[in-house]
């Protein structure tokens, strides 16, 4: 059973930075996606980064040049380190895995088999 767990979440002032990670166990196949999305209160939910097993990467426009997302395939690992963080990064971050080997990034959060729980990320004023 494949199990998504995120860790990482807190509290930072505008301007700051937060890494959040997210560990996968259970997992039997190769060639996977992962990937972060984000929803905020009353939103829904929207993509934020992805990256493929071979390390390429994918980005929403609101936060490229800002956050860096990065795995440890040894590890099943996946890391966003978040940067300049704004008010308006402020959600509840979810990993995902997409296991149909893609060769990109998906932005649609259906093509995402496997979900964490989410980790809380508030950015203050």
């Known amino acids: 059973q494949v199990q998504l767990v995120e860790s990482g979440g807190g509290l930072v002032q505008t301007g700051g930075s937060l890494r959040v990670s997210c560990a996968a166990s259970g997992i039997t196949f190769s060639g996977y996606v992962m990937g972060w999305f984000r929803q905020a209160p009353g939103k829904e939910r929207e993509f934020v980064a992805a990256?493929?097993?071979?390390?390429?990467?994918n980005y929403a426009d609101s936060v490229k040049d800002r956050f860096t997302i990065s795995r440890d395939n040894a590890k099943t690992t996946v890391y966003l380190q978040m940067n300049s963080l704004k008010p308006e990064d402020t959600a509840d971050y979810y990993c995902?895995?997409?296991?149909?080997?893609?060769?990109?990034?998906?932005?649609?959060?259906?093509?995402?088999?496997?979900w964490g729980q989410g980790t809380q990320v508030t950015v203050s004023s």
């Open positions: 990256i493929t097993y071979a390390g390429n990467t």
């Open positions: 995902a895995i997409d296991s149909t080997r893609r060769s990109y990034g998906s932005r649609w959060f259906r093509a995402y088999d496997y």
